[in-house]
């Protein structure tokens, strides 16, 4: 059953459209997240399922019962939706308890609900207290026991844990998730964080410009993204040129596989995805791609490793070499590969493992050349002694890649 349908949903202000016929399908039980750039129109579109605004044309229907149709529509307390708000609004004159009881019909308000709901969330011995003798991550639990209260059939997360330190962020956000599993409440969270998006949620809908741009489940999403600018968008990505002959693509990497289910381009020049997980440093050698490695920003649990490829210099011997072995300087024989999956967020720069997306281009030599000093690459490692900037190393790539058309049409 479909516990939330949007259908050809439009959406304008005066002289400026925000929502361009947005489609969605929600399934009853799961939770999907709804990942956009700020003034991508998640909160308008959100406004519009819970009645705050009214559709212009086009549908919105919880649970089978249609609540806005552009001409009609159901007040927004009688829809049967939870909402969370990004600072929990709670009201600062009542208590938790209070606080909870508060969407309930009077006669159920010193029942047994409010209780059984800050139990729910972990809550029970603080119902006597007030919002601002809370914790922030305390204050979003309380907000999550009032909307499940009445018992809706949908849940709204509008951004809850953004106003959240990013140790306190993860923790509530696991214990919050964990209840609405629980409870197997529909939910849909609105969220502008790609690592939030993809880690929590079982489908993710992402929205461009008033549109979505896909919707899928977040490992579909982050292998076969719907284009290039989608793909830096859900995480780091080395964007290549290449050419595709029907069965395998060149790019100045050699030649991948394309994952199986992508739309295959016509054959031609197109653009490569290749995540930083997927590429292997390994110690020079004369059938590999050359490489020297130019910044290591080490995280603890992995490191991201720029790399330029057939950089000037870059060549064993002619610099500075590998820590680890004499003469042409060996990784000690190891392979440093990315076993950590990078879902950062869009970003131009290293810090953070952030990255819109480096281009290679194949150079003098044809597809499969390397461009001399070429864009810098990201490499994802998960070794404890990623590699230092001067470092020589080589590049493979394991598994197939994603590819589109390149945007000349050629």
Not at 11 to 36: C, D, E, F, H, W
Not at 98 to 117: C, I, K, S
Not at 165 to 170: E, H, K, P, S, V
């Amino acid at each position: 059953m479909t516990g939330l349908s949007v259908e050809g949903l439009h959406k304008s202000y005066p002289g400026t459209p925000v929502l361009r016929g947005i489609g969605l399908q929600v399934k009853s039980g799961t939770l999907t997240a709804i990942l956009g750039a700020s003034g991508s129109g998640k909160t308008t579109l959100l406004r519009v399922i819970t009645g705050f605004e009214a559709a212009d044309r086009g549908s919105v229907s919880v649970n089978g019962t249609v609540v806005d149709d552009g001409r009609h529509r159901v007040r927004p307390e009688q829809r049967h939706i939870g909402l969370v708000p990004q600072d929990g609004a709670l009201f600062p004159h009542l208590t938790v308890r209070a606080n909870v009881a508060f969407p309930l019909a009077r006669r159920d308000r010193h029942g047994r609900r409010p209780d059984e709901m800050l139990e729910l969330v972990g809550l029970g011995d603080l119902a006597s207290r007030y919002p601002h003798q809370l914790s922030g991550g305390q204050q979003q639990r309380v907000a999550l026991a009032r909307a499940l209260a009445s018992q809706p059939s949908l849940i709204l997360l509008d951004e809850p844990f953004s106003s959240l330190d990013a140790g306190l962020r993860a923790t509530v956000r696991t214990d919050v998730l964990a209840v609405l599993r629980a409870t197997g409440t529909t939910t849909v969270l609105v969220t502008h964080d790609q690592d939030e998006a993809l880690s929590a949620a079982d489908h993710v809908a992402v929205l461009r410009d008033g549109r979505i741009i896909q919707a899928d489940t977040p490992r579909q999403l982050y292998r076969c993204p719907a284009d290039p600018q989608l793909a830096s968008f859900v995480g780091t990505a080395n964007l290549l040129e290449g050419t595709w002959d029907g069965k395998r693509v060149t790019t100045a990497l050699g030649r991948h596989g394309i994952h199986a289910g992508l739309q295959v381009p016509k054959p031609g020049h197109v653009t490569v995805l290749i995540r930083p997980e997927q590429i292997c440093l390994t110690p020079p050698g004369s059938d590999t791609v050359p490489a020297r490695v130019t910044a290591t920003h080490y995280y603890g649990h992995d490191a991201l490793v720029a790399v330029r490829p057939d950089a000037p210099g870059s060549r064993p011997g002619n610099g500075k070499a590998v820590k680890g072995a004499p003469g042409n300087g060996g990784l000690d024989g190891a392979v440093l590969d990315g076993a950590v999956l990078d879902r950062g967020a869009l970003g131009g720069g290293l810090d953070g493992g952030a990255l819109g997306g480096a281009v290679l281009g194949c150079g003098n030599g044809g597809p499969g050349g390397v461009q001399g000093g070429g864009e810098e690459l990201r490499v994802r490692v998960s070794r404890s002694d990623p590699p230092e900037p001067g470092e020589f190393v080589s590049l493979t790539v394991r598994g197939s890649v994603a590819a589109w058309a390149a945007a000349d049409g050629n």
